[in-house]
């Protein structure tokens, strides 16, 4: 079949968005060669094909159908298992608005190497449009884009992660701008596998890997990389953050956003349940999204937040009843896992679920333990957050949820306290700026080495983090009533290497007295990295600490900030003159204070 015949979704009048999207995609055609085009709708229909599709090819494979119904398996290729950041680049014209963080290229050099890798790459494949809306289709918050992608895996799992099909065209055809995804998986070839963004001309470029961050490219690189950069002109923020709503047995619900770096336990957050004594007390918690935050002032002065995801793509290994309750309920149906472990009952399992032993491993090998985990521990599960039991009706509200608190957090085995409070908000923003944590499987590379990973969008600001973080203090500005800025650490270790903290539904208590905080209600002691509680500010009614945990979870170590401190001036030197001096000042202030 000639693609460039079936090229045109409708005959349209020159000049219009669809006009637009005809023409990219038919130039995208001609280049890469598909022997089909077909454009989702998101019908139930065509996912029903496309997934029979998968199972007759193998892409998907099924799980039993008793305890999982519609709920399939994909195996990935072994070496493409989680975002490649040395692969990932910001295409500026100049380098330094890419910035010191992130991978530069120059955009025409970037287009010609990714064209040349897309040529002809689709031959005997299917080239799918996608077009889809980033958060609720009829908020104002919310963006479009349309991926063209040569993988079914890739649009079934864009039909769980996005609104995608006719509404978000429809949509497309009102506002006249989207953001252009290409992607091919080409030969799952490391060595030709690149993710490029332009963020001027929003548009994104993806070769080599089928892999969520990589190839779903309305997450990490639309609604991170580009949004930031679309956020930073228009006035919002586009963040690397969690939403959940507290609601206190009066009825009243705090939404409370944070960011913490890949794999570091947002979706469980986003999902706790409160402990036995909070339940009864009549605490409930709700969840608007586990992964991204799309955040712009409101008339009056509060920060309203939406999710602009439509499901989770959440880490399956560590997710069990007693862990995550609501994401097992979650994922018991209509789900795709990837590189799961399964039983002898074709059952997903992966290591921290529960005592089975598993029959297969992620890449289908009999279970030997001498190769290492039975589910890799990057696997991954994709499921629509409407299957929560905790989803907030306000998820879908097109204004968005006013935020209470913005919270960051990392890995941290030594050094900080379970959570502290900023004074203000320049002070949360060097807070969220300093963030460091220990590295996860999320990406390639060596695991659980400390890097500072600022707001937990390393992997993502699409532009040089000195303006980014110029962007974030621009908001304290007349008539803004911002969020409290709060750190927390659930991954502190003692002398033995064991956590401290039991964490999970415990860490309510925490957001608990952030909340008492906010209202005015709680006690804290003043250091001079910010506002500590002490033990008996929070409710650890059950909780058993040992001495040392109550020592190193709510203790000030004066000489270890000092330390800290001089690493964190020697980071925000790295950004050199664009850094804002605002923040440099802040963080001499903190640092002379720490020196007496
Ligand atoms: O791979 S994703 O970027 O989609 C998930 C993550 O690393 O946060
Ligand atoms: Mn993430």
């Known amino acids: 079949m000639n693609a460039a015949i079936d090229v045109f979704k409708r005959n349209e009048f020159p000049g219009s968005s669809l006009a637009a999207l005809n023409a990219w995609v038919a130039e995208v055609a001609a280049l890469t060669q598909p022997d089909h085009i077909h454009w989702c709708d998101g019908s139930d229909a065509e996912n029903a094909l496309l997934t029979k599709q998968m199972l007759a090819d193998g892409t998907l494979l099924p799980l039993n159908p008793e305890t999982h119904?519609?709920?399939?398996?994909?195996?990935?290729?072994?070496?493409?298992?989680?975002?490649?950041?040395?692969?990932?680049?910001?295409?500026?014209?100049?380098?330094?608005?890419?910035?010191?963080?992130?991978?530069?290229?120059?955009?025409?050099?970037?287009?010609?190497?990714?064209?040349?890798?897309?040529?002809?790459?689709?031959?005997?494949?299917?080239?799918?449009?996608?077009?889809?809306?980033?958060?609720?289709?009829?908020?104002?918050?919310?963006?479009?884009?349309?991926?063209?992608?040569?993988?079914?895996y890739v649009v079934a799992n864009m039909r769980i992660m996005t609104r995608m099909g006719a509404p978000?065209?429809?949509?497309?055809?009102?506002?006249?701008?989207?953001?252009?995804?290409?992607?091919?998986?080409?030969?799952?070839?490391?060595?030709?596998?690149?993710i490029m963004h332009f963020p001027d001309e929003l548009a994104i470029k993806s070769f080599g890997s089928g892999y969520g961050g990589n190839a779903l490219l309305g997450k990490k690189c639309h609604a991170l990389r580009i949004a930031s950069h679309q956020a930073r002109h228009e006035g919002w923020l586009a963040e690397h953050m969690l939403i959940v709503g507290i609601e206190?047995?009066?009825?009243?619900?705090?939404?409370?956003?944070?960011?913490?770096?890949?794999?570091?336990?947002?979706?469980?957050?986003?999902?706790?349940?409160?402990?036995?004594?909070?339940?009864?007390?009549?605490?409930?918690?709700?969840?608007?999204?586990?992964?991204?935050?799309?955040?712009?002032?409101?008339?009056?002065?509060?920060?309203?937040?939406?999710?602009?995801?439509?499901?989770?793509?959440?880490?399956?290994?560590?997710?069990?009843?007693?862990?995550?309750?609501?994401?097992?309920?979650?994922?018991?149906?209509?789900t795709i896992f990837t590189n799961v472990a399964v039983t002898d009952e074709q059952e997903p399992w992966w290591e921290g679920l529960d005592t089975r032993t598993p029959a297969l491993d992620w890449q289908g090998r009999k279970y030997d333990p001498a190769n290492g985990p039975a589910a890799h521990p990057n696997s991954r599960f994709t499921v629509s957050a409407k299957q929560c039991p905790s989803y907030s009706a306000k998820a879908e509200d097109p204004q968005g949820v006013p935020i209470s608190a913005i919270v960051f957090g990392g890995r941290r085995a030594s050094l900080v306290p379970l959570v502290f409070e900023a004074r203000d908000w320049t002070h949360g923003v060097l807070v969220g700026a300093a963030m460091g944590s220990e590295t996860t499987a999320a990406a390639t590379g060596a695991v659980g080495v400390m890097r500072r990973d600022p707001m937990a969008m390393k992997p993502f600001c699409g532009y040089n983090f000195a303006d980014y973080f110029a962007h974030w203090l621009s908001f304290d500005r007349a008539g803004a009533k911002l969020p409290k800025i709060f750190h927390v650490n659930w991954f502190r270790k003692g002398g033995d290497g064991k956590f401290l903290w039991p964490g999970f539904g415990e860490n309510l208590r925490v957001l608990e007295w952030m909340i008492q905080r906010v209202e005015g209600k709680a006690d804290a002691v003043e250091t001079p990295i910010g506002h500590l509680p002490r033990a008996e500010d929070l409710n650890l009614d059950g909780v058993a600490l040992s001495d040392e945990a109550h020592d190193l979870l709510f203790g000030f170590d004066r000489a270890g900030w000092q330390a800290e401190f001089a690493g964190i001036g020697e980071y925000l030197q790295e950004f050199g003159a664009r850094t804002p001096q605002a923040l440099k000042d802040e963080q001499q202030r903190i640092a002379a204070r720490l020196a007496h």
């Open 69 to 152: 119904p519609h709920s399939w398996l994909h195996r990935s290729s072994p070496s493409d298992v989680a975002r490649v950041e040395h692969l990932t680049f910001v295409c500026t014209a100049q380098p330094d608005d890419a910035g010191p963080n992130n991978h530069w290229m120059a955009p025409a050099e970037a287009h010609a190497k990714m064209d040349a890798l897309f040529a002809g790459c689709m031959r005997g494949r299917t080239l799918y449009v996608i077009p889809y809306c980033m958060g609720p289709i009829d908020s104002p918050l919310s963006r479009c884009g349309v991926e063209i992608t040569d993988s079914p």
């Open 248 to 334: 206190n047995p009066q009825g009243e619900t705090h939404y409370i956003a944070a960011a913490f770096p890949s794999a570091c336990g947002k979706t469980n957050l986003a999902m706790l349940i409160p402990p036995e004594g909070y339940r009864q007390a009549g605490w409930k918690v709700w969840t608007v999204g586990d992964d991204i935050c799309w955040m712009r002032p409101g008339a009056d002065g509060r920060l309203y937040a939406i999710n602009p995801e439509a499901g989770f793509f959440g880490v399956a290994p560590g997710t069990s009843d007693s862990s995550n309750p609501n994401a097992l309920a979650t994922i018991s149906h209509h």
């Open 168 to 194: 978000a065209l429809a949509r497309i055809e009102r506002e006249g701008t989207f953001v252009k995804g290409l992607h091919s998986t080409g030969e799952l070839d490391p060595d030709r596998r690149f």
